[in-house]
């Protein structure tokens, strides 16, 4: 509805009106999909309080993808020491994104971030992606 699929009309109002309502009864899709609206000013007027809002209420809710880019914002308004936790929290869920590794290498390099909590950060990062394995998901990755 919201984007014009399936063979609807694009109605943005009326989509935004359904996360808001997905939102409220406990969606961290809608929670992220809301976040991504205001920081982009997509069908509302670009309001990056409210993004951030958004952002940490989907990873609140369990948006994995959230805590992601909650890092970026906050590295780029200068609060790394939270920035860098949101980011080892992503990778601690198994989330693969070169930024990601970009960011928490330079939060290492840079201090922000112990020895030994970067090297918990991979080794955690890398159990959360061996538990996420299956043969059905290797044989499909074949193809």
């Given at each position: 509805?919201?984007?014009?699929?399936?063979?609807?009309?694009?109605?943005?109002?009326?989509?935004?009106?359904?996360?808001?309502?997905?939102?409220?009864?406990?969606?961290?899709?809608?929670?992220?999909?809301?976040?991504?609206?205001?920081?982009?000013?997509?069908?509302?007027?670009?309001?990056?309080?409210?993004?951030?809002?958004?952002?940490?209420?989907?990873?609140?809710?369990?948006?994995?993808?959230a805590?992601?880019?909650?890092?970026?914002?906050?590295?780029?308004?200068?609060?790394i020491?939270?920035?860098?936790?949101?980011?080892?929290?992503?990778?601690?869920?198994?989330?693969?994104?070169?930024?990601?590794?970009?960011?928490?290498?330079?939060?290492?390099?840079?201090?922000?971030?112990?020895?030994?909590?970067?090297?918990?950060?991979?080794?955690?990062?890398?159990?959360?992606?061996?538990?996420?394995?299956?043969?059905?998901?290797?044989?499909?990755?074949?193809?």
């Amino acid at each position: 509805m919201f984007h014009g699929e399936i063979g609807l009309q694009q109605d943005k109002a009326e989509g935004l009106r359904w996360y808001h309502r997905a939102v409220e009864a406990g969606s961290a899709d809608a929670a992220y999909n809301l976040g991504k609206c205001f920081w982009e000013g997509d069908g509302v007027d670009k309001d990056r309080v409210q993004a951030l809002g958004y952002f940490r209420k989907a990873a609140e809710l369990g948006s994995v993808p959230a805590y992601c880019f909650i890092g970026d914002i906050l590295i780029a308004i200068g609060e790394i020491d939270e920035a860098m936790l949101n980011c080892r929290k992503a990778a601690m869920c198994g989330w693969s994104d070169d930024t990601l590794f970009s960011n928490l290498r330079v939060g290492f390099r840079a201090g922000f971030i112990t020895k030994d909590e970067y090297a918990f950060t991979l080794r955690e990062h890398q159990v959360a992606c061996d538990e996420m394995k299956s043969d059905g998901r290797e044989r499909h990755n074949v193809w």
